[in-house]
C-alpha cells in the first residue's frame, strides 16, 4: 500500500509531503528527515504498547481498558490538586478535552510550552509579535536570523522546505538569493553552513542586541560590549548593515535565546529590534519550536482561556502565573498530588527533585512506548499516533493550522483516538463526582 501528502508529527515543521509505503509489514517513508522516519517507525514497533497496564505491588500488569479508564479516573478525582502535563504530539482536539478535564477538576494544565518556549510566549505577549508564515519566508526571505538555535540537527527540514534552499517567488535561486546569519555561543552545523556566525559568550544574548539597538539608534555602545559579548563592535555594525540592507528579513529564535539569562525579556527586546528594523525594511521574528504541536497548545489554550500555557483552574476560574503555577514550580514545592502525563516523557524533561517527586505520588501517563515515565506510573493507557491512526489539528511552528488525516485505523478496538480515549475518562470522571452514596438508617 502506498500514500502520499502525510503529515509528519515529529516536530514543528509539521512536513505535509511524506509518502509512505507498506511492504512485508514494515513501514518505509520518503521525502522524510531522521527525526520523522524514527516517528514513522514507532507505527510498527515491536516496543509499541499494546495494552493498557496498573502497577500491582510494584509492577505493571495488563488489564482491561475499562479498568485502566477506572483507576485513573479515581486518581484523578481523590486528588486535591491534580496536575494534566498536556504533550506537543497530540492534537488540539485532545488538547481542548484535556483542558475541559482540568477545568472541570479545579486541576493544573500545562504543556511542554513551559519546558521550552515558555519565556518565548511570555516575551511576545510583553512585545507583540511582528510575525509570518514560512511560506512567505520561502517566497521573500533574502536575510534569515538563527538565533539560539541548530535547525539542521534539531529540524532538518525547515531549512530545505522553508528557509534558506527552496526557491520562492522573489528568490527564484534558492541558497544564492539568501543570506543566512547564525547567533550561536557553539560551533554548529547550522553556524558551519552560515554566511556570519555571531558566537557571542553564553548569557550575553541581551547585551548583543542592546548593542544592536544602539548602534540602529545612531549611536556608538559602550566598549566594554566587547567583553560582555565577546563580538567586537565593527561585526555588531555588520551585522546591522546586513539587517537593514534586505528586502525580507526574518529572526528564528530557539530555546537557547529564551533560556539564557534574561529568559522572556531577551525574546521582548529581540522583537523590539524587529520593529525598529521596520523602519528600514520588512523583517519578522518567528520560534522555531522542536515539538510538533507546541504551538496548537498555546492556541486552544488562549482561544478558550486567555493564557497560553500553565492555567490553574482550583478556583473555579483559569489563573496564570509561570513561576508558581508552572509545571517544574510545582513538583519542585510539592503542591501537586497527582498527574496525568499526556503524550510525552515528563520524567526526562524536568529537573532531578521533580522527577524523584513524580515517583513519590499516583502518576497515570498515556504514550505510545515505553519511557522513564512509564516506569514510574501507576496507570499507563496506550496512545494512538496523531496523524496516522486518527485525524485531527496541528499547528505548525508559524502558527497556521494544518488539518491531517489518517492512512490506516486505530490500532486498538476500545479507543479511536486519544481525543477519544480523553472522552471516555471524562465520562467516568463526571460519574464519580456525581456519585452521591445513599445513607441508609
Known amino acids: 500500500m502506498f500514500f502520499k501528502n502525510i503529515i509528519c508529527p515529529a516536530c514543528g515543521a509539521a512536513c505535509d509531503d511524506i509518502q509512505v509505503e507498506f511492504k512485508n509489514g514494515a513501514i518505509e517513508a520518503k521525502n522524510i528527515c531522521k527525526v520523522g522516519n524514527a516517528r514513522f517507525k514507532a507505527l510498527t514497533s515491536s516496543r509499541r504498547l499494546k495494552q493498557p497496564l496498573i502497577k500491582f505491588e510494584g509492577k505493571l500488569k495488563s488489564v482491561s481498558w475499562d479498568e485502566a479508564l477506572e483507576k485513573a479516573a479515581d486518581i484523578l478525582v481523590s486528588a486535591k490538586r491534580p496536575l494534566l502535563f ?59 536570523v538563527y538565533w539560539g538555535t541548530n535547525p539542521l540537527e534539531s529540524m532538518p527540514r525547515q531549512m530545505s522546505r522553508y528557509g534558506v534552499f527552496p526557491r520562492g517567488y522573489w528568490t527564484g535561486r534558492g541558497r544564492f538569493d539568501r543570506t543566512v546569519i547564525t547567533v550561536d555561543p557553539r560551533k554548529t552545523l547550522t553556524s558551519e553552513a552560515s554566511d556570519l556566525h555571531v558566537q557571542l559568550k553564553p548569557n550575553s544574548d541581551y547585551e548583543l542586541i542592546s548593542g544592536l539597538l544602539t548602534l540602529l539608534h545612531g549611536k556608538t555602545p559602550h566598549p566594554s560590549i566587547e567583553e560582555v559579548t565577546g563580538i567586537p563592535i565593527f561585526l555588531m555594525e555588520r551585522m546591522l548593515y546586513m539587517m537593514k540592507n534586505c528586502n525580507f528579513g526574518s529572526i528564528s529564535v530557539g530555546v537557547g535565546l529564551s533560556s539564557s539569562i534574561g529568559k522572556h525579556r531577551n525574546v521582548e527586546i529581540a522583537m523590539n529590534l524587529v520593529k525598529e528594523l521596520n523602519n528600514y525594511t ?47 514550580d510545582l513538583l519542585r514545592e510539592r503542591d501537586v498530588d497527582a498527574v496525568f502525563v499526556i503524550g510525552t516523557d515528563l520524567l526526562n524533561e524536568v529537573p532531578a527533585d521533580c522527577a524523584a517527586y513524580l515517583s513519590e505520588i499516583p502518576l497515570i501517563c498515556l504514550d505510545i512506548v515505553p519511557c522513564p515515565t512509564i516506569i514510574v506510573s501507576d496507570v499507563v493507557l496506550p496512545a494512538v499516533i496523531d496523524a496516522m491512526e486518527c485525524d485531527g489539528t496541528f499547528y505548525r511552528l508559524d502558527d497556521v493550522a494544518v488539518h491531517f488525516e489518517p492512512f490506516m485505523d486505530s490500532s486498538f478496538e476500545f479507543t479511536k483516538s486519544n481525543e477519544d480515549t480523553l472522552k471516555q475518562l471524562f465520562v467516568k470522571i463526571k460519574e464519580k463526582c456525581n456519585y452521591k452514596p445513599v445513607k441508609i438508617s
Open 282 to 328: 520588512k523583517f519578522t521574528l518567528g520560534v522555531l519550536r522542536s515539538h510538533c504541536n507546541a504551538a496548537g497548545f498555546n492556541q486552544i489554550a488562549s482561544g478558550m482561556y486567555g493564557y497560553p500555557f500553565g492555567l490553574d483552574f482550583m478556583k473555579g476560574y483559569p489563573r496564570y502565573n509561570p513561576g508558581e503555577f508552572t509545571t517544574a
Open 86 to 144: 498536556m504533550g506537543s504530539d497530540i492534537s488540539c482536539e485532545t488538547h481542548e478535552i484535556g483542558l475541559r478535564i482540568g477545568e472541570y477538576l479545579g486541576a493544573v494544565v500545562d504543556s511542554n510550552t513551559t519546558l521550552g518556549n515558555g519565556p518565548a510566549a511570555m516575551g511576545l505577549q510583553e512585545s507583540g509579535k511582528t510575525a509570518a508564515t514560512e511560506g512567505q519566508k520561502k517566497n521573500r526571505g533574502d536575510l534569515v
